[in-house]
């Protein structure tokens, strides 16, 4: 049975910094296969960063801010987000693909509040 299983989040205020992992079991996926997302209240989920043809990619809104890494020996991925802003404020969620290339493994979430 896979898992995915995310760590880290919390308060922070503006211009703060906070690391998120994530953790898969039950399967090993390859990086072009993980990523993250986040929901804001009220907002559609957003595509925050993960990989395509083994090229890291971004949302426009945390370019330059957030960085995602991996760690293949234990199967985990990782978000270091720099530079928060209020509006970063959001569920962020761990997320794998199939091999049908669908978002279909999901973690329960991690609660990123930043304070202005």
């Known amino acids: 049975q896979v898992q995915l299983v995310e760590s880290g989040g919390g308060l922070v205020q503006a211009g703060g910094s906070l690391r998120l992992s994530c953790a898969a079991s039950g399967h090993t996926f390859s990086s072009d296969r993980m990523g993250w997302f986040r929901r804001a209240p009220g907002k559609d989920r957003e595509f925050v960063a993960g990989w395509r043809n083994s090229e890291v990619i971004y949302g426009d809104t945390v370019k330059g801010r957030f960085t995602v890494s991996r760690d293949n020996a234990e199967n985990t991925i990782s978000l270091q987000m720099d530079s928060l802003k209020p509006e970063d404020t959001a569920v962020y969620y761990c997320?794998?693909?199939?091999?049908?290339?669908?978002?279909?493994?999901w973690g329960q979430g991690t609660q990123v509040t930043v304070s202005s």
């Open positions: 997320a794998a693909r199939n091999w049908n290339n669908v978002w279909q493994f």
